[in-house]
């Protein structure tokens, strides 16, 4: 490799190991070998150096978890709910077995409001994770995954990857299965979240609680 991609591997391993806002320029010239010139030169700065780490970090992980569908065989001609059920039980392994790497993203949602520069540079690859994800749900190549699908399932899962990485940090002992989560979705969607016990005959839920009718 030449000094560019030393460079980026390098910073890949900063961003696990110290973080995103942590790491400097002298840590990746370390972690790569290199020079403190030679960010300057192939990426102009440590911040943009940074931010492609970041990128690729994520791209590295989508493709991980896509290798771990393609692994399992047949799954995806299964049953939708089981399907469901399964990819995220491997991603919430994920999480726990990569914790740096969640730790890393988890932190740069923070920076976010504050770093114009970071929000744009993700701004432009987040449609493709949406479209990742569905990919990886629905065991195709991105190029299968229309737009309409990336938009409104593809946001769905990453609404839920976001959350759940937050819980894994939080409360590792705590995070929902596959299983639980298909439950929630129905349970919210045949409006039987709570048990039939906590409201009694004629009740219904209104914006403001319950009301009788």
Request: glycine fraction near 14%; include cysteine.
């Amino acid at each position: 490799m030449g000094h560019r991609e030393d460079l980026l591997e390098g910073a890949k391993r900063c961003l696990l190991e110290k973080g995103y806002a942590r790491t400097t320029a002298r840590d990746i010239v370390a972690a790569s070998g290199t020079n403190l010139a030679s960010i300057g030169y192939h990426y102009g700065s440590k911040d943009v150096l940074m931010r492609q780490a970041l990128v690729e970090s994520v791209e590295e992980w989508g493709a991980g978890l896509a290798g771990t569908e393609e692994a399992g065989g047949g799954e995806a001609a299964g049953d939708p709910v089981e399907r469901f059920a399964a990819g995220w039980d491997r991603i919430l392994r994920s999480f726990l077995e990569q914790r740096d790497f969640v730790a890393s993203q988890v932190e740069v949602l923070g920076l976010l409001p504050r770093d114009p520069e970071l929000r744009a540079a993700l701004a432009t690859v987040l449609p493709e994770g949406g479209e990742g994800l569905v990919a990886v749900f629905e065991n195709v190549p991105d190029t299968e995954v229309d737009a309409e699908s990336a938009r409104v399932v593809g946001s769905f899962y990453q609404a839920l990857l976001t959350g759940l990485m937050v819980q894994s940090l939080v409360s590792p002992a705590a995070l929902p299965s596959g299983g639980d989560l298909v439950e929630a979705m129905r349970r919210v969607l045949s409006g039987t979240v709570l048990p039939a016990t906590v409201r009694g005959p004629g009740e219904e839920r209104t914006g403001g609680g319950a009301a009788t009718s």
